[in-house]
Structure formats: C-alpha cells, structure tokens
C-alpha cells in the first residue's frame, strides 16, 4: 500500500505521536523573546566542559535523555536514534550517540536537520519498524563561528544580512499512542541553488529552497497556506523569510499572516544584535521543541507546518568557487479539533 | 504491525529489490584483484576537475545516475536519494544532489554509510513510503587525506596499521519487484567506543562495533554464521578483521570460512603498499555495489550480510583528546533457491 501522495510527500496514516520533546539553550538565547517556552537555559555557554564542541554535545546529550525520562521510558524502549549537526563529521551527534544505548542513524542536512530528522523518524514509525523513536539536533554559536567563519577572536565585523548560530539543542520522542500531537504529512526537498555565493548571506540561499518545499507540499497534498496556522521556517531570518513571503505570493499563495521564521522569533534581532535573526540546527530544533510544540499542545495552534532550512555548503566548497546550494524538509504537525475539516 | 524483531533488527516482508549497481573506482583501485568487477575505472583520479572534492562529487554523481540509467528509470522515477560522504558538510552528496532532481536525504555515518543508506533506503521502501529510491555514497584517497590527516604534499610516513581512502562511488537503486537481489533484515548499530586514539589504527576502533552489530544481527533473526555464505565488513582492514574474528569467537561464531573484509580484499595490501587495506565510504560501496552484487547475481552467493563500519571521530575531536568511537549496520541481502531454508 503506497502512503505518496503526489510528487515529494508521504502520508502517516498511523499519526505518529510526538510524546515528549525538550529543548535547551545557551544564555544568549535565554535572554530573547522566546526564553520562557525552552526547558532548560544554560547560564555557561561552556555547558562545564572545556571547548565549545564538548558543550555541544553534552546539550545535545541532555535534551535526548531528557526527553526520553519526560516520555516515562528508558533507553532501550527507543529502537532509533535519529541525530545530526553542522560540526565536521557531525560530532555532537556521534559523541552524544556513543553515551546512550540506542541504534544511531546520523544525519547530515545543516540546519534543515530537525525537520530531517522528524520527518525520517515519524516514517519509520509509521512504517512499523520501532515503538519509539528519538528525533534530535544541535548548534552553539561558537562551536559554529570558528568552524565556519573566523576564530572568535578576530572579532570579525558582521554585514547586516549575517544571522547568529543559534546555541541550543532540541529533541523529540516518537511514539504510537497517546493524545499527543501528531505528524500527518512529510515533504522531503530537494537541493536548490539559486547561485547566492555570499556565506553572511545564507537566508537568501535557503529561501528558494523553502518556497520550493511549500509549494510542492500543498500541491501533493491539495491544502493551500489557508489549511495551516502556522507554517514556520527553520531559520531563514528577516531577509530570507522576506524572500520566502514574496516568492511564495507569485506563485499564489499568501502566508504573510501565518508565517513565522524561528531564526527572527527567537532573539530580538536589534537589542541583541544578531541582524538578520537566528541560524544553526538548534534554531529549529528549540523554537519547535519549545514554544511551537506548547503552542500546539496547549490548543493555540491547531495545524503547523514546520519547514526547517539548510545551506548545504562548506568553507572548503566556498574557498574552490562553489555556490550555496539549500535544501528544506517539510513536517506537518496537528493536534486537537481542527475547524478546517 | 510490527517488523522489529528482536533487539536492533526489522524484517522486510516485500523483499525491497536492488535493480541495478553502478561502482566507479580510481586507478588505484582500478589495478588491484577487483578491478574486472567495477562498472568504470577512472583514467585520472582528478577525473577531469581542478580539485580532489570535485572530483568526488562527480564520481559520485556518475554512480548515480549511472544506476537510475541501467535500471531503465528516470530521475523522476525516483523518490528519495539517500547519501553521505566523508567531507567535512558531506560536500560530495551535497553537490552531487544539486544536479540530480530528486528528494535528498543527507547521512552521516562516516564509513557506515553505504550500509546505513541501503538500511533506510530498504525500509523506506518496505514502509509503502516510495516506488524507488536511490543509496549511495563515496569517498577520495586525496580529499580525504588532506582533510582528516596531513596536506598530501608532507608525504607523511604510514604506520603499518594505516589504511588507504579508497577512491570510489557506489550507488544501488532500490523497486519493488523483478528478479533481482533483495534485503530482507536490516540491523542498526549502537555506538561502540573502546578506547582507541589513534588515527591510524581505525580498524581496531572499529572492530568492537562490528562484533556488536553481527552479534546482534545473529542474535535477532535466530540465524547463525552458518546460514551465511558471506559476511563482508567493509573497511576494517587486516587488523580489524583480524580483531572481529577473534572477538566473534570469543561470543562462540566462528565466521573465518565466510568471511571477508572489503577493504583488505579491494587492494593487494603489500603490492599496492596500502598497509592495513582500503578504507572510506566508498571503500565498501563499490566492493558491495560491484564484487559482492554480482557474485549474488551470477549465484554464487545466496545470502550474505554487508556490514559497513564508521569511525565518528574529527580531527577537531581528536585534538581535543577523544577517542574513536565506531558504528557498523548490517544489511542482509538474498537471492535465488537458498539451501539454507
């Protein structure tokens, strides 16, 4: 029996649940608009440890077991654990996998990640292959910044377009029952490089990408931007998600008034002096962990489309003359009586 | 209904179908005892691009869509793209699905990967989730070497535990039906780090995962190392072969019969001067995708278990004093009348 419906997008007839999540923070993050949604705010962004990459990994490492305690299971009822980062070789993922006894699947879709990650793990539950599944990635702004632009010390000038790595880690457990929140749909994108060359300017690199995977996830599933109460990108910040709203008007649909960018929401772009918003896995990862997710449980959000956003490239691509391909995965979220069926 | 069975491992009841290969080599390999059994044998390892990465990338790209050629499809036809690389961001996957329109997956698995693309890729495909789908992967002697150990210029001295990235790409493309070679259990791998630091000695950080995930594998289907005709690692070397074995007996498997390493058979070690043997994603992909598929193909082997292993380190965590954790996944690939049931 085929779950595809149309060209890019799978139905879950089974309704995984999404049963527990929780999201962690750096300081930074603790201090923005959406500080009371997140679970845990770290007043270190050293998290304790030594360098920045151990700090990772011990966030990433307590949002998964912490959500897996909130869900009242243990390790070994999770059969997946589904993570990725935007460190080389993805090593707070792997570190944090290598101190939790589940089946790892690493992933590696820069800051689309989260809804990778989801979206992987929601069909393999509804595929029959696990009882519970974890979904789970990160980012912090230092470990980011000397790995992909300038060591820190340099205190390079930022341009205006530059988005901040957002420090933070989200996780989310899957299960088969329970009235929880509940993913439906998932759209898988594909790559698209509209040849943005600039690495300070990765929201308008994303965009194409994210219009590209809305647009193809309504038409598959025959909704329009009238369906949903939210659609949420990963973290385009202002100029990207600019981009998006306009794109998306020429092609007839207008989110202006459901739309959101995580990477613009979760810090207050000019008092913390972050210019275009947020960026990095964790963006997504903690505003749908966080204030998303209680949005949706507390009845305020009915049906969410959560589109994370990833710039595909690497210094070394950058530093031989390539473009920044961007890619987007798509997530539908619901929960609750839902007045638009 | 569920398809778990036992601790790690599904069981895939539609018999996911791999319809076609593609194993493209560098010359290197191109000289070694395999050679008459990769589809095509670079000329030149820069294949005609002005970097190493470029060149990875299209060498990947090759294998691709070589296979959705060979199977009579289009890129249309197919509905997930499953790849990931070593390179830092796994630029080559990256790059290669920007020019081929297909939905991507973005892995990371370091050398696992060709075993954890073709494990989801097969249960993507036995959830109802897609017509065809694509599992691939690569790597490059030299933007490997530059990028995980020393600038090649250095010619840097190679202990005898050292392996050689093997320079290649495999793809196989996943249907439902037709006379061809077909997955039926897929294990997933923990996480297994025993201590080592060295990084050029990853076939011993490597071995204990291996053991693990066949242990398991073994353990989940009630099957033994008898009801195989081949057990394949795929780039643990001499000693980490030699490590697998003697720990498999320790458990009571004695696997020496049927069992191969892909990376200590893809070169003459001591002709080539490769040490230890070949390593890298592509190092199992092609040996897979080209060797082992045929010989399932031609009916010289019924039933084997691919298992590809991962060291998930970086050198940032290596200089930050972490030790190599491991990962392997298994795949168990079958075809034709099996003596064995």
């Not at 770290?42 to 920045?52: A, K, T, Y």
């Not at 930022?158 to 299960?175: F, Y």
Request: hydrophobic share 35%.
């Amino acid at each position: 029996m085929s779950k595809r419906i149309g060209m890019q997008t799978v139905k879950l007839d089974s309704k995984p649940r999404i049963i527990s999540t929780t999201s962690i923070v750096g300081p930074k993050e603790g201090e923005g608009p959406l500080a009371k949604y997140f679970d845990i705010v770290l007043g270190d962004d050293l998290n304790g440890q030594d360098s920045f990459e151990k700090a990772e990994k011990t966030m990433l490492y307590t949002a998964i077991t912490e959500s897996i305690k909130k869900a009242k299971l243990k390790e070994e009822d999770i059969n997946y654990m589904f993570s990725g980062d935007l460190l080389n070789q993805t090593i707070s993922s792997n570190y944090a996998a290598r101190d939790i006894n589940i089946p790892f699947i690493g992933l590696y879709g820069a800051c689309s990640t989260m809804a990778e990650s989801l979206g992987l793990a929601s069909m393999i539950m509804d595929g029959g292959f696990a009882n519970y599944v974890v979904a789970s990635t990160s980012s912090h702004f230092s470990s980011a910044e000397r790995q992909f632009r300038a060591p820190l010390e340099m205190g390079s000038q930022r341009p205006p377009c530059a988005q901040w790595t957002v420090t933070g880690a989200g996780a989310m457990v899957l299960g088969k029952e329970g009235n929880f929140p509940y993913v439906t749909y998932v759209t898988n994108g594909k790559v698209k490089d509209y040849g943005i060359n600039d690495t300070n300017n990765m929201g308008a690199a994303m965009a194409p990408a994210a219009v590209d995977t809305i647009k193809q996830h309504l038409k598959d599933t025959g909704r329009t931007e009238k369906d949903y109460d939210l659609i949420a990108t990963g973290d385009l910040g202002k100029i990207g998600k600019k981009l998006t709203e306009e794109l998306l008007k020429e092609y007839g649909y207008d989110i202006k008034d459901i739309y959101m960018d995580c990477g613009e929401e979760i810090f207050d772009c000019k008092k913390q002096g972050v210019n275009s918003g947020g960026s990095g896995c964790g963006c997504s990862a903690v505003v749908y962990s966080g204030y998303i997710y209680k949005k949706i449980l507390s009845g305020k959000i009915k049906r969410a489309l959560i589109v994370s956003t990833g710039a595909l490239m690497s210094p070394t691509a950058s530093f031989q003359g390539e473009t920044i391909p961007g890619i987007a995965h798509a997530v539908s979220i619901e929960f609750g009586g839902n007045n638009h069926e």
